[in-house]
């Protein structure tokens, strides 16, 4: 990253230098043009395009917009190089923002235990998530639960939770004459605290 920036800056003063020699040219030979006429033209021969007779004055603009040409060049490669580490910072960005969301959010497997044998079928459960300063809790249907190899214990995954967040479950059984209702204790999502012993 460092070695482009200092590209880029060395990209600019470049161009800058350019453009000046360009300009400086330019002005040379619109000021002092009439006194060059008794200057022979040059002679511009090249085995693929021939030979090209210029007068002095014209050579002298023509060497100064290439100055200039090239000063764009360089002007380009500076926006391009920019746009790079644009680029290059915005995917940065949002790798360490998927990063963060990730150890901030985390999914938690909860077990409910109905202390009798159930049918998640036949149950309707819904989570309630209070956030620290939330005045009420927001529901979420858990849909249907999942078995576990005991029958009176099913299991559900709770996603993006937060450290302080207060969770709970409400379930309703339906389809039974003698319809059952459960609520389970609540739970403070803690934040992990470990203790560190020193090494010998």
């Known amino acids: ?9 060395g990209y600019l003063s470049v161009d800058w230098v350019l453009l000046f020699f360009g300009l400086c040219f330019i002005a040379a030979a619109l000021i002092f043009g009439s006194r060059w006429r008794n200057i022979p033209p040059i002679d511009l021969s090249s085995e693929k395009f021939g030979t090209l ?30 746009a790079v580490q644009v680029n290059q910072l915005q995917i940065e960005l949002h790798e360490l923002t998927h990063e963060l969301e990730r150890f901030k959010n985390y999914e938690m497997n909860v077990q409910l235990d109905f202390h009798t044998s159930v049918d ?8 309630y998530i209070l956030k620290p300063g939330d005045p009420s809790p927001r529901s979420i249907d858990q849909g249907i639960l999942k078995s576990t190899p005991a029958s009176n214990i099913l299991s559900t995954t709770v996603p993006s939770l937060d450290p302080g967040d207060t969770i709970y479950f409400v379930t309703s059984e339906s389809g039974s004459s003698q319809a059952h209702s459960w609520e389970s204790e609540r739970l403070v999502i803690p934040i992990a605290q470990l203790n560190m012993s020193a090494k010998q």
């Open 1 to 9: 990253m460092l070695s482009q920036t200092v590209a880029v800056e």
């Open 53 to 82: 007779r210029l007068p002095f004055a014209p050579l002298v603009v023509f060497i100064g917009l290439a100055f200039i040409g090239v000063g764009a060049y360089f002007r380009w490669l500076q926006a391009q190089s920019r």
């Open 120 to 127: 998640p079928a036949h149950l309707h459960t819904n989570l």
